[in-house]
C-alpha cells in the first residue's frame, strides 16, 4: 500500500511570494490533514477534510493560508504572501475513518515539505 | 490549558535499558484516544502505540508500551531494550471524540540512546 505523498520535499523563497504544497493522501482515506511544524514543537492542525468539505480551519490564517480538497482526494496548500514566520515543515496526514469514528483512526503522515522564507 | 504536556524536553538512555517518556493530559470527554508517534531526523511521524480511553488494560507493541493511568490522565510511554535506532523526537498525541476528531500534539521528547 502505497503511503501518504507530499511535493515538493524542500522549498526555499523570500518573504512575500506564494508557494504552494500537493499532497496525495492514502487512497480511499476520508479524512486529511494539513499541519505545520515549527522546528522545536509539535505539529499544529491548520486544517482537516473529510471527503472534500473542511471539517476544521479554526487554526489556519486565512488572510494568506488556503487550502483545497478536489473530488476529495488530493489536496494542495497555499501561503500568499508568505512570512519569515511560516517557515516551518507542513506535515500531510489522512486516516481511513471519518469524524464519526471512534477516538481510534489513525493517521499515517508523508515526509513533510520544509518551507524556509527568506 | 495545554492538551497534551510533555515536560521532558531531552532525555538520555544507556543502550539496552528501558526509558519511560512522560505525557500528560487535559480532557473532559469521556472518549478520547492517545498515540505516541515516533519523529527520526528525517522528518516523518511514525506511529508507534493507540490507547483508547475505554481500554482496560495497557497496550504494548513489541517493545513498547504505555503506561495508561486513567485517574492521573497520564500516558507515559515505555521503551524497553533501547537501540541506538531508537534516537529521535516522541511526540504524544490526543483525539478527542467530541470536537471533530481533532488531534493534539505535544512538544515531544528529544531521546538520545547513548552506546
Known amino acids: 500500500e502505497a503511503g501518504v505523498a507530499q511535493s515538493p520535499r524542500y522549498k526555499i523563497i523570500e518573504k512575500r511570494q506564494s508557494v504552494a504544497f500537493w499532497c496525495n493522501p492514502i487512497?480511499?482515506?476520508?479524512?486529511l490533514y494539513w499541519y505545520q511544524q515549527i522546528l522545536g514543537q509539535g505539529p499544529k492542525l491548520l486544517i482537516q477534510?473529510?471527503?472534500?468539505?473542511?471539517?476544521?480551519d479554526s487554526q489556519l490564517p486565512k488572510d494568506r493560508f488556503s487550502a483545497e480538497r478536489l473530488k476529495g482526494v488530493d489536496s494542495t496548500l497555499k501561503i500568499q504572501p508568505a512570512k519569515l514566520e511560516d517557515s516551518a515543515v507542513y506535515l500531510c496526514?489522512?486516516?481511513?475513518?471519518?469524524?464519526?469514528?471512534?477516538?481510534?483512526?489513525?493517521?499515517?503522515f508523508g515526509p513533510g515539505t520544509r518551507l524556509t522564507v527568506l | 490549558a495545554q492538551k497534551i504536556t510533555q515536560t521532558q524536553p531531552g532525555m538520555f538512555v544507556q543502550e539496552k535499558e528501558a526509558v519511560t517518556l512522560d505525557c500528560t493530559y487535559d480532557?473532559?470527554?469521556?472518549?478520547?484516544?492517545l498515540f505516541w508517534y515516533k519523529q527520526p531526523s528525517s522528518g516523518e511521524m511514525i506511529f508507534l502505540i493507540y490507547?483508547?480511553?475505554?481500554?482496560?488494560q495497557n497496550a504494548t507493541e513489541g517493545r513498547y508500551s504505555l503506561n495508561f493511568q486513567k485517574a492521573r490522565k497520564s500516558a507515559n510511554l515505555v521503551i524497553s531494550a533501547s537501540q541506538l535506532g531508537d534516537s529521535a523526537m516522541y511526540f504524544c498525541?490526543?483525539?478527542?471524540?467530541?470536537?471533530?476528531?481533532?488531534?493534539?500534539f505535544g512538544t515531544g521528547t528529544s531521546l538520545t540512546v547513548i552506546p
Open positions: 496526514a489522512s486516516s481511513l475513518f471519518g469524524v464519526k469514528a471512534s477516538s481510534y483512526n489513525e493517521q499515517f
Open positions: 490507547q483508547g480511553s475505554y481500554d482496560q
Open positions: 477534510f473529510q471527503n472534500n468539505g473542511v471539517v476544521d
Open positions: 480532557t473532559s470527554d469521556p472518549s478520547y484516544g
Open positions: 498525541a490526543m483525539r478527542e471524540s467530541n470536537t471533530g476528531n481533532q488531534f493534539y
Open positions: 487512497s480511499g482515506h476520508a479524512t
